[in-house]
């Protein structure tokens, strides 16, 4: 009787452990299933999902579907497509090598997108990108490598390709500058001094001015001419008016103003017209500035060292006079970090 007992516990044990061993086994199964399946409708729908994201965007932009599709056939290739849309910098690294790789480019056709996505607009205080960002007419130094022969070059017109100089120093062409490595260096006012390299392919004659015919540059190297490097931002901000009166009275009031760029020795700040004449009252007796970086609230006085008048405002470059040592290092801390940002989005 009891060998018969035992084996019957020995036997719902057994039975119990193969019970547990199966249910286990389909828990682990069932989860990988639902892992696999959230996978392939992740894959089905999420990139669908960005794609719609990028027409949108493309088409409130005023975009064609042409254009569109063009665009996103080069997006596509990135970790966040949409970028092509939203920065300068990733549109003008992919366009450019597009360029590269293609024989037969339509350099309208690009230049559309490019006005409609906004990236052809430049700030004269804003830093350049790249090469296609040189005004037409801008003069430089143009330095022949192998010769270390210098010529004085202005910018006679560009393409999606290549850039085409005037050599205003010779009357004639020299047939050893072509293929020859050179050296392009020029100053932007109220920005930096700019360098980059590239090759000669192409001398000719344009009315009888001798032009070289060099391809575009992403190695564009900006040379601080400031003491305090700055970076381009849009923050809002509110510039302080301290007003004396002939009573000893004294007002301060608060005006909305939009921050372009900054650094730790000042910022370039725009108000609407129709503030310029408070700005510009003869009782004003201070300025100051305040505005948020990194949800810290910075507070200084400024001086208005220039005035840039615009069509619909009025934008001042302004310097802080008594910023603290612990805003400083915010604002420098700030600067490095958008500097690192920008460079990773790029590469």
Request: charged share 30%.
């Amino acid at each position: 009787m009891k060998d018969r007992a035992q084996e019957a516990i020995t036997s719902f044990k057994e039975t119990q452990s193969s019970v547990d061993l199966t249910t286990i086994f389909f828990i682990l199964a069932f989860l990988v299933i639902l892992v696999i399946v959230f996978l392939i409708v992740k894959n089905l729908f999420g990139g669908n999902s960005i794609k719609n994201k990028f027409f949108k965007i493309a088409t409130s932009k005023g975009l064609t579907k042409e254009e569109a599709n063009f665009l996103y056939k080069l997006a596509s290739k990135h970790k966040d497509p949409l970028l092509m849309l939203k920065l300068k910098p990733v549109f003008e690294k992919t366009i450019h090598h597009y360029v590269e790789t293609n024989e037969e480019v339509d350099n309208e056709f690009i230049k559309k997108i490019r006005e409609k996505l906004g990236f052809s607009k430049k700030s004269k205080f804003l830093p350049l990108i790249t090469t296609k960002d040189i005004e037409v007419l801008q003069k430089g130094i143009i330095t022949i490598l192998k010769n270390m022969l210098s010529l004085e070059g202005i910018l006679h017109d560009k393409d999606e390709k290549y850039m085409y100089w005037h050599l205003s120093d010779i009357d004639r062409i020299h047939k050893e500058f072509l293929d020859s490595d050179v050296e392009v260096t020029f100053i932007r006012p109220d920005d930096a001094v700019y360098k980059f390299e590239s090759t000669v392919e192409g001398i000719y004659m344009d009315n009888g001015k001798v032009i070289i015919k060099i391809p575009h540059s992403l190695n564009l190297k900006r040379i601080q001419r400031r003491k305090h490097a700055r970076v381009s931002v849009s923050i809002p901000g509110k510039l302080g008016i301290l007003k004396k009166y002939d009573n000893d009275l004294e007002k301060l009031h608060w005006i909305d103003v939009d921050i372009l760029n900054i650094s730790a020795g000042g910022a370039f700040i725009c108000v609407n017209n129709d503030k310029v004449n408070e700005i510009k009252d003869e009782k004003v007796a201070e300025f100051s500035l305040k505005f948020k970086l990194e949800n810290i609230t910075i507070n200084s006085k400024i001086e208005l060292v220039r005035e840039v008048k615009m069509e619909d405002h009025t934008c001042f470059g302004v310097k802080f006079t008594d910023l603290s040592t612990r805003y400083e290092e915010i604002i420098l801390d700030y600067v490095k970090k958008k500097q690192i940002e920008l460079k990773n989005l790029t590469e």
